[in-house]
Nanobody
Framework: QVQLVESGGGLVQPGGSLRLSCALSGSIFSTYTMGWYRQAPGMQRELVAHIDLSGNRNYVDSAKGRFAISRDNDKKTVYLQMNSLKPEDTAVYYC???????????????WGQGTQVTVSS
């Protein structure tokens, strides 16, 4: 059974930092592209950061220069380092693992349970 387990959320003051972690178990981590999404109350879920198999990274404009996504294939973990946090970053953050179908692998898509990030003074 494939599982994604997130950790690292919490309450932080504006300008503070948090590091989110997401560990995958039950499958081969290195075959997945990984993403962090967030969903604020009453809003649609949005992609915050994405890292592919080659380590190429993409960010939503609001996260550029403040957030950094990284992956450790040996630890089967993806991280999201969030600096200079703002109240508008408050949301539930979700980890996603996606694998497109190839000649070797079947397609797959998994989500974590979410971790709350609250930025408030």
């Amino acid at each position: 059974q494939v599982q994604l387990v997130e950790s690292g959320g919490g309450l932080v003051q504006p300008g503070g930092s948090l590091r989110l972690s997401c560990a995958l178990s039950g499958s081969i981590f290195s075959t997945y592209t990984m993403g962090w999404y967030r969903q604020a109350p009453g809003m649609q879920r949005e992609l915050v950061a994405h890292i592919d198999l080659s380590g190429n990274r993409n960010y939503v404009d609001s996260a550029k220069g403040r957030f950094a996504i990284s992956r450790d294939n040996d630890k089967k973990t993806v991280y999201l380092q969030m600096n200079s946090l703002k109240p508008e970053d408050t949301a539930v953050y979700y980890c996603n693992a996606n694998r497109p179908r190839t000649a070797i692998w079947t397609s797959a898509d998994y989500w974590g349970q979410g971790t709350q990030v609250t930025v408030s003074s």
